[in-house]
């Protein structure tokens, strides 16, 4: 592997857990990319990306269901997706989330990726639509749960861009491929290759080889390349195989 700076650094076996695009087309110039790849990265739908609003309240919600799925009085724009209603987790099974009688709670909703994309330009534009987004999402569940705004001590907005530039993945998406039949027969069948024609030695892992993308699935990804190294090898595979 070659560094920018360029040094050189040789491995027996190369994993790559980087997203799938940037790795096939960027890092390895398309030179291992077959006609089925292409058509993959090039006509499968993407799954959307999201507007998550993290939000930090000095209340115990542990009353509530894990999971709560409401309507709105007046819809909400999360940049460029409108939404009638919301999907509200608080996650107070993990005492180490927030302090005791406070709760840390989320609110995931599909977002337009290249409408914040263009907005990122703009840094103030970009701010204030995250700002407006908070505030919108927190007076929304204080009409749900009235006098839960006085309790709120701390909001945070992630945009699409936001998991793009800590992620890497392709348009920030969270779970690789778009639900769709093509996916599912992925799904029903081995799932994606893991290694990439005409380079040996190298796999990939994640949720661009996973169909279902979630993280569980992601991670075994990895737990299965190493069943192969171990196979090709002849050597024990101590794990536990699905």
Wanted: proline share 5%.
């Amino acid at each position: 592997m070659r560094l920018a700076d360029g040094s050189e650094h040789r491995a027996d076996v190369v994993i790559s857990a980087a997203d799938g695009r940037a790795t096939i087309f960027e890092l390895l110039g398309g030179r291992y990319a077959d006609d089925e790849i292409r058509r993959r990265y090039d006509g499968l739908p993407v799954a959307e990306s999201i507007v998550q609003v993290s939000i930090g309240v000095k209340r115990d919600l542990s009353a509530l269901p894990p999971m709560l799925d409401f309507p709105l009085d007046a819809p909400i724009d999360m940049g460029g997706a409108l939404h009638r209603r919301l999907v509200l987790k608080h996650h107070c099974f993990d005492p180490a989330m927030a302090d005791p009688g406070k709760s840390a709670l989320t609110v995931w909703a599909e977002a337009n990726f290249d409408h914040w994309k263009c907005l990122r330009k703009d840094e103030a534009r970009y701010a204030a639509e995250k700002d407006r987004i908070g505030q919108e999402v927190v007076a929304a569940l204080d009409r749900r749960f009235p006098g839960l705004a006085a309790d709120v001590e701390v909001v945070d907005v992630a945009t699409p861009t936001t998991y793009e530039r800590y992620t890497g993945n392709w348009r920030g998406s969270i779970h690789g491929w778009a639900l769709g039949m093509k996916k599912m027969q992925f799904m029903m069948r081995m799932g994606m290759s893991k290694t990439l024609p005409g380079l040996h030695n190298f796999y990939m892992i994640g949720q661009w080889v996973e169909p279902a993308g979630n993280v569980q699935l992601s991670a075994a990804s990895g737990r299965d390349v190493i069943e192969m190294i171990c196979r090709q090898h002849n050597e024990d595979f101590k794990g536990v195989s699905r």
